[in-house]
C-alpha cells in the first residue's frame, strides 16, 4: 500500500471514534452497480414491487451500442483494463479468508493483504464493471471471466453467508467502536457487484450470493438497538441502504425492504428532510450513496420523505457545493459551506466517485420526471469531470484538481485500486446507459454520442452520427421496417442558442417543450434524418461567492488554461503514489482583464477546440479540460487589480 495510502487509512483509524461526532469520516469510496433493478427489462417481470414508476425509462443497456467515437474510446480502454486484472489475483484475500489455498501474487494498493478495504473493488466493482460492459458491448468472454469469478467466489462465503476478502472480526471492531475503516462500505461493493451480475448477465449463483450476503447483514444488525446502530453507521457504510432496496426490488422479499429502511442512516436524512443544508464538514462520497438509497426508497414505497430527501440534496449540491467542472467534494473529500468553492481550490477536490454517483442520482431524478436541467447537468459532469478522467492505458484518476497548476494523475493497474478506480472502471462500462430514454410514444435523445439504439416495441433503430463535442451538431437517422408514429424528443441544452433542425434536408419548426426536449412527433418511415444543430459560444461564468474570479466554458466544455510540464515528471503523472502537490507548489492564479464583451479569450479556428487569451499581459493557450491529460492547468482566473 502506498505511504499515501497508508497516511489515509492511519488519519482514519485515529478518527473513527471522533467521526462518531458526525465529522468527516474520511476516504470516500463507493460505487455501486448501477440502478439494479431499475435497467431490467419489464419482460423479466422484476419490476412489480416498484410503487412510483420512471415515466421515462432507460433503454435496457444491450439495446445501445456506441460507434467510433470518444466515448467509444474510453469504453474500449476500460475493457482492456478488466481483462488485465487476472481472477487468481482478484480472488486471493477472499480465499485465504476462508482458508483455501492460494499461491496467487496479490494485489497492491488498496487491494493489499492488509489492505482494510480489500476486496471492494476485487470482489465489488470489479463484477459490476464486467457486468455492465457485458450489457454495453455483448462481450461474451468477459461475461464468462466475471462468472468464474463469482463461482470462485460463492465458493469462499462461509455457511452463515458472510463473504469478504477479510475476516468477520472487522465488524467486531466496528460494532465495539474500535478503528476500522469501512466494512459494510465493501459489504455493500460485493453485494452490489454480485446483483449487477445478476441483473445483467443472469447469474443465478450471483443473485444466491448476494441473498446470503444479505442474510447474514441482516442477522449482524439485528440485535443492534438503534443508538447502536446510530453509532455503528458513523464509519462509513456505503449504499447499505439502496443494495437492501434493490434485493427486494428483485425479490419482492419483505426482509429485504425492512433491511434497507433499518439501514437508513436517519441523522444524515433528518436535515435533508426538513430542507436544510447542513452538509458543511461531511464527507461527500460517504453520503451521496446513501441519497441515491433514499431515491430507490422512494420508487418502492411511495414515501414521500424519500423523494424530499433526494430532490433538495440534488438541487443543493447542484446549486452551492459544486465547482465549476462539475464535481463537489474540497480538499478533505468533504463538503465546505454552501456557495464557497472558489476558496477551497485543490489538488484533491472533485473526486471521481462523487461525480459518479451524482450522475447515479441525476437518472432517478429524470426517470420521475424528465426535464432538460437533469441532463445538461450529467452533461456537464460527463464530459468535464467523467471524460478525461482516464488516460490512454485505461488507468483512472482519484481526484480532478482544481487549484492553479495542479494535473492529473493516473493509477496502476495492480496498485492502487482505489474508490474512484472501481467507480470509474464501472463508469467507463456504462457509457450507453444514459444517452436514450424512452416513454410509450417518445425516445428522448439525452446525449449527442455517437451510437445507436434499437427499439423492438417500434420494429425500429435510431442511429447517431455526431462527432460531439467537436462540432456542435447531431444526426439521428430512423431505420423501421414499416412506417412508425413516434415522437422524437431532442435535449435542447441550456448553452446552445439559435439550435435548427432540419428533416431531409428541409428546415423544420421544432416545438421547445415545457421541459426544455425539442418535439417532433409524427409518422417517421426508413431513411429519414433529423439534423440538428447546436451552436456553441464562448462565455464566462461567474464563481458564485468569489466574485473575483471566473471560469471559461465553451458549449458543455470548461475550459483549462495550459500551463506547461515545467517541473513536472511522468512519475508524478502515472504510478501508485496518487495525487499530490508536495513535490511541486500551485502556481498563481492566471490573470485576466476583460473586453467589454466580458471575454478575455478567442476561439483558434473553426475545426479546432484551442482557444488563446487577447490582449493579455501573459498569453495563454486554453482547451477543454477532458482534453488536458499531462500538464499543469488552471480553469479557474482572477481579475487582475487594475495598477
Ligand atoms: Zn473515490
Not at 85 to 95: A, K
Not at 163 to 185: I, M, Q, S, T
Not at 344 to 349: F, I, M, P, S, V
Request: aromatic fraction near 10%; glycine fraction near 10%; charge should be negative.
Amino acid at each position: 500500500m502506498s505511504g499515501k495510502s497508508v497516511t489515509r487509512r492511519g488519519f482514519l483509524q485515529t478518527s473513527a471514534m471522533v467521526a462518531g461526532g458526525g465529522v468527516l469520516v474520511p476516504r470516500g469510496l463507493w460505487a455501486l452497480g448501477q440502478d439494479a433493478a431499475v435497467d431490467v427489462p419489464r419482460s423479466n417481470n422484476h419490476t412489480g414491487y416498484e410503487k412510483v414508476e420512471w415515466k421515462a425509462r432507460p433503454f435496457p443497456m444491450a439495446q445501445v451500442r456506441l460507434r467510433p467515437g470518444p466515448l467509444k474510446d474510453m469504453q474500449e480502454r476500460d475493457r482492456m483494463y478488466l481483462y488485465m486484472l487476472p481472477n487468481d489475483r482478484l480472488l486471493h484475500s477472499f480465499r485465504l479468508t476462508a482458508g483455501k489455498p492460494s499461491t496467487a501474487q496479490p494485489l497492491g494498493g488498496w487491494e493489499a493483504p492488509d489492505g482494510e478495504l480489500r476486496g471492494h473493488l476485487a470482489g465489488g466493482h470489479y463484477l459490476s464493471a464486467c457486468a455492465l460492459m457485458y450489457a454495453s458491448t455483448g462481450d461474451e468472454s468477459l461475461r464468462l471471466k466475471a462468472e468464474a469469478m463469482v463461482q470462485a467466489l460463492a465458493e469462499c462465503q462461509q455457511p452463515n453467508g458472510y463473504l469478504g476478502a477479510y475476516p468477520e472480526n472487522f465488524y467486531d471492531r466496528l460494532k465495539n467502536h474500535k478503528p476500522v475503516w469501512a466494512p459494510f462500505y465493501t459489504y455493500h461493493k460485493i453485494m452490489a457487484g454480485h446483483l449487477d451480475m445478476y441483473v445483467h448477465c443472469g447469474s443465478q449463483v450471483a443473485l444466491q450470493t448476494a441473498q446470503r450476503m444479505a442474510g447474514w447483514a441482516i442477522r449482524w444488525i439485528a440485535p443492534l438497538s438503534d443508538e447502536e446502530l446510530a453509532k455503528v453507521q458513523m464509519v462509513e457504510h456505503g449504499g447499505m441502504n439502496e443494495v437492501m432496496f434493490n434485493l427486494y426490488a428483485i425479490t419482492g422479499e419483505k426482509r429485504y425492504l425492512d433491511a434497507g429502511y433499518r439501514f437508513e442512516h436517519m441523522r444524515f436524512f433528518d436535515p435533508l428532510a426538513a430542507r436544510e443544508d447542513k452538509l458543511a464538514g461531511l464527507h461527500s462520497n460517504t453520503n451521496i450513496p446513501k441519497v441515491i438509497g433514499a431515491a430507490r426508497g422512494y420508487e418502492l414505497t411511495g414515501d414521500e420523505r424519500y423523494k424530499g430527501i433526494a430532490e433538495f440534496f440534488w438541487q443543493t449540491i447542484a446549486d452551492h457545493h459544486t465547482f465549476a467542472p462539475g464535481g463537489t467534494s474540497n480538499n478533505n473529500e468533504g463538503w465546505s459551506e454552501p456557495d464557497t468553492s472558489g476558496t477551497h481550490l485543490a489538488a484533491g477536490g472533485q473526486e471521481c466517485c462523487c461525480s459518479y454517483n451524482m450522475l447515479k442520482l441525476t437518472r432517478h431524478m429524470f426517470g420521475w420526471k424528465p426535464d432538460a436541467r437533469w441532463m445538461d447537468y450529467y452533461e456537464h459532469l460527463l464530459w468535464n469531470v467523467r471524460a478525461g478522467t482516464q488516460n490512454e492505458n485505461g488507468m483512472l484518476m482519484y481526484y480532478v484538481p482544481t487549484v492553479p497548476g495542479g494535473w492529473k494523475t493516473f493509477g496502476d493497474a495492480y496498485d492502487s485500486h482505489w474508490c474512484c478506480t472501481g467507480t470509474g472502471s464501472e463508469e467507463y462500462a456504462k457509457l450507453v446507459d444514459t444517452i436514450y430514454f424512452q416513454d410509450e410514444r417518445s425516445v428522448y435523445v439525452n446525449q449527442f454520442v455517437a451510437s445507436e439504439v434499437t427499439w423492438p416495441e417500434k420494429h425500429a433503430r435510431l442511429v447517431q452520427q455526431t462527432a460531439f463535442p467537436e462540432e456542435g451538431r447531431t444526426s439521428i437517422t430512423v431505420h423501421a421496417e414499416t412506417p412508425v408514429a413516434f415522437a422524437l424528443r431532442v435535449r435542447a441544452p441550456h448553452w446552445a442558442e439559435g439550435i435548427a433542425v432540419s428533416v431531409n434536408g428541409r428546415p423544420e419548426k421544432a416545438v421547445k417543450g415545457s421541459d426544455g426536449y425539442l418535439v417532433l412527433d409524427r409518422t417517421w418511415k426508413s431513411g429519414d434524418e433529423v439534423e440538428v444543430s447546436l451552436p456553441m459560444k464562448l462565455r464566462r461564468e461567474p464563481v458564485v461567492g468569489s466574485p473575483e474570479l471566473a471560469t471559461l466554458a465553451y458549449g458543455p466544455l470548461v475550459l483549462a488554461a495550459r500551463m506547461g510540464r515545467d517541473g513536472l515528471s511522468q512519475d508524478m503523472i502515472d504510478g501508485s503514489e496518487g495525487p499530490s502537490m508536495d513535490r511541486l507548489p500551485a502556481l498563481p492564479l492566471p490573470q485576466f482583464e476583460a473586453d467589454k464583451s466580458g471575454l478575455w479569450v478567442k476561439k483558434d479556428d473553426e475545426g479546432s477546440l484551442s482557444f488563446r487569451t487577447v490582449k493579455q499581459a501573459k498569453e495563454m493557450e486554453l482547451r477543454p479540460l477532458y482534453q488536458v491529460l499531462d500538464e499543469r492547468y488552471s480553469v479557474y482566473w482572477q481579475q487582475a487589480r487594475k495598477a
